[in-house]
């Protein structure tokens, strides 16, 4: 598979760079086998089933955009997860700059700092930073600022409803540089609706990384590498999954790639506690998830692929098609499908 096979047209003016409000009114294309279907996400209680289980991802995001300093160079620093040795591996503009063993100090707080150990050819490094726990979530939030997606244009820097916006309702676990954004649609009043008409909600924690910023490169698609991800699926969770009497039903691509990782080969869902880089092109056998609820997603990215494994790509290229001729809003901020294989 090509790389142009994933491409595709999509007007500047498409791109939302606001959510809407309140964050049920978005628009839902609901991509069924038999053909298209435009709702709102509010619509969502009549198009699940008694019986249903939906998973969301409950990882918050975290202030992961931070401004060091190696003497007199300026260098861009964004988080990506935390290693088992206690450094973070991040990804670092001007890295070229950087050796092993620098002292990196930041703008914003004058306590925080990193020493290099080591730099990958990709761009990434990996930092040690002084502080550990609560204290270094402190000066996160005092040094950090929100990752938010190149394409959300801020010229005069980020909103105070930003942080807001860009957090979903069901944010528990600290660790996301980005958000699960299928997860934004939801109010407390959709969920409360939901849960009366029969449906089950469980959380997943899957901490999206930088990797899902980070453009295919390759032209032949297999032979790009996704960064890993850390993902929790508890005993709990598992069991109301493995136990539901309707459908699996997955709220973004971030909750899907992690039941798929945690998925056996009758379609089981195990407890997990890791790492997955698991990157779905078509092709994929899907083991455990029958519906998806994502956002629209750029030309050429991971998330296109992922979503034309799930229910073809013809399929796919119609309903975006038809989302763009009808004023359907693209990307973090934007409407929602609902896809049925």
Known sequence: MRLADFDFVLPPQRIAQHPAHPRDSARLLHVRPD?????????????????????????RVIPAQLAARRGGARIGITLDRPRADGAWQALARNARRLRLGDRLT??????????VLARDPDGSVALRFNLAGADFAAALQRAGALALPPYIQRPAGLRAEDADDYQTMFAAHDGAVAAPTAGLHFTPALRTVLEQNGVTLVTVTLHVGVGTFLPVRTDEVSQHHIHAERGHITAA????????????VAVGTT??????????????????AGETDLFILPGHRFRAVDVLMT??????????????????TE????????????????????DACLLER
């Open 106 to 115: 930041f703008e914003g707080d004058a306590a925080l700092e990193a020493r």
């Open 35 to 59: 053909g298209l279907v435009d709702h709102t996400v509010r619509d969502l209680p009549s198009l699940l089933r008694p019986g249903d289980v939906l998973v969301v991802n409950d990882t």
């Open 255 to 272: 909750s899907l790639r992690l039941l798929e990782t945690a998925a056996d080969a009758t379609g089981i869902v195990k407890p997990f």
């Open 237 to 248: 969770t598992a069991h109301a999954i493995n136990n539901r009497t309707g459908r699996l």
């Open 315 to 334: 399929r796919m290229r119609a309903a975006y098609s038809h989302a763009i001729e009808a004023g359907y809003r693209f990307y973090s901020f934007g």
């Open 295 to 312: 956002n629209f997603h750029l030309p050429r990215s991971t998330l296109f692929m992922l979503v034309c494994a799930f229910v073809g």
